[in-house]
């Protein structure tokens, strides 16, 4: 009888490990947003990818392992003198310790007892032991990106459709994310009290947030002269084009769109979400009680809307000293004879 080769034996081993990302991604028990799937199955492949180019079975692996997939990232380049930033490793440490914790639920299947991802600052130790230098895991975590009235003037001044342009305006003044602005129906607009109805994506929960008047325009100028008023759905965006002409709007669709506009408005700080930190980082500088932004935003934990507090913060500072200089000048002028 013929051995199995090493090589069939870790081909073996790939596409078992495979067929358990894919329950894991698909498992109803877990909410999880499209955009999330689409992250942690990109994760998962470099995990089972680096596995098979060290011959590790992706199910028996230790933690030395996941070590040696540290510093092989951080290490591996991904052009123009860029390496992989460790904020990006970490996310991608997390959704293997999650997809290890799920195969830990059935052991008697998958021959997994105990989860080999490191979790906190054991990460930061055992990785800076490894490598004999210290933590390469530590990352300062960046303010939001926000944009300026100017850019973001002159990225919708170079839209095509008040289609488009209404959605800009969802997107800047009401704080949506992009998938819940594409997923909103024509019954979620509450005209009257300038509410809208909102089916957050990425938590599966709905919230009914306020929206601006100025928004409200762009949206009924939409409805009113580019919708299609007769269809068999009522989603509120719609692709105007021949090929799909009157079906849903898509996020793909959507960026492509984005991306146009960005080219030839030549803003390249411009992309969806910094529409969404913007209108969070400008509610927060006007005071707006971080519980009400909070349920504005749609944030499941106080604590992620916490960073806009900093935002607000520094603006508090910057009014201090300017109250305190303009309190000055006025002393010195007293003063004068």
Not at 1 to 8: K, V, Y
Not at 203 to 214: D, K, W
Not at 246 to 264: K, N, S
Request: charged share 30%.
């Amino acid at each position: 009888m013929d051995t199995p080769s090493a090589t069939t034996i870790n081909e073996r081993a790939r596409e078992e490990a495979g067929h358990w990302v894919q329950r894991f991604l698909d498992d109803p028990a877990v909410v999880r947003s499209a955009n999330t799937v689409r992250a942690y199955r990109h994760d998962l492949t470099r995990w089972i990818d680096f596995c098979r180019a060290t011959a590790t079975n992706p199910l028996r692996v230790r933690p030395s392992d996941v070590i040696a997939f540290i510093r092989h990232e951080r290490e591996r380049s991904i052009g123009d003198d860029a390496t992989v930033s460790a904020r990006t490793i970490v996310r991608r440490l997390s959704a293997i310790r999650q997809w290890y914790g799920f195969l830990m639920v059935e052991p008697e299947l998958t021959g997994v007892h105990r989860n080999p991802v490191p979790a906190g600052s054991a990460v930061r130790t055992a990785s800076g032991i490894a490598a004999g230098q210290p933590a390469l895991l530590r990352y300062d975590c960046p303010h939001p990106q926000i944009l300026t009235p100017e850019e973001i003037d002159r990225f919708i001044s170079h839209l095509t459709s008040d289609r488009d342009r209404a959605i800009v305006w969802l997107l800047k003044d009401g704080g949506l994310r992009v998938g819940e602005a594409l997923d909103l129906r024509l019954g979620d607009i509450h005209w009257a009290e300038r509410r809208i109805t909102v089916r957050a994506t990425k938590t599966h929960t709905t919230r009914t947030i306020a929206l601006s008047a100025e928004a409200l325009r762009a949206v009924s100028a939409y409805v009113r002269e580019e919708r299609p008023p007769a269809l068999e759905h009522d989603h509120l965006f719609v692709c105007l084009g021949r090929r799909s002409f009157g079906q849903p709007l898509r996020y793909r669709a959507w960026v492509a769109v984005c991306e146009q506009a960005r080219r030839r408005a030549e803003t390249p700080r411009v992309h969806a979400h910094a529409f969404r930190h913007t209108c969070a980082t400008n509610l927060a500088e006007a005071g707006m009680p971080l519980d009400a932004l909070q349920r504005q935003l749609g944030h499941r934990h106080l604590d992620t809307t916490m960073v806009y507090n900093e935002i607000r913060d520094g603006r508090l500072q910057r009014e201090y000293r300017q109250a305190m200089e303009r309190q000055e000048t006025g002393r010195q002028r007293g003063g004068e004879v």
